[in-house]
Each structure stands twice: as C-alpha cells, then as structure tokens.
C-alpha cells in the first residue's frame, strides 16, 4: 500500500537541500550526502531527488 511506504517527498530541488521535507521522511542533510556520494553525483547537479519513509530514492540530475 502506498500510505505504508509513504509519499515520496523532495529532499533536493535544483541543487538546493530542501531542509523543511527532511523531517517528514526522518532524514538528515548527511544521509543525502552520502546517498548522493554513492551514486557519484554533485548537489550542485542534482534537479530533484525525492524519498520516502522506506528510503527509496529517484534521483533526477540536471540536463547538460
């Protein structure tokens, strides 16, 4: 069910960290910088990331 696992929720838009969503998935800004480190992309070239209370990620970099 989708309520179970949550709505994804954006944790970075347009390189920025979008600190007032982090609580409702129970993030952090050093969770994002390692989820990001790990897929090898930059916050600066990030256009949206989104997760949800199970911690699954879409990652969408910026064009170009």
């Known amino acids: ?3 179970e696992k949550g709505l ?3 944790v970075v838009s ?4 979008v600190y007032s969503n982090f609580s409702i ?3 952090s800004k050093s969770l994002i910088d390692s989820i990001l480190a790990e897929e090898r992309i930059h916050i600066s070239d990030v256009m949206l990331m989104t997760l949800d ?12």
Not at 53 to 64: A, D, F, L, T, W
């Open 1 to 3: 069910k989708a309520e």
């Open 8 to 10: 994804p929720v954006v």
């Open 14 to 17: 347009d390189g920025q960290y």
């Open 25 to 27: 998935c129970k993030t």
């Open 53 to 64: 209370k199970s911690g699954n990620k879409v990652i969408i970099p910026k064009e170009g």
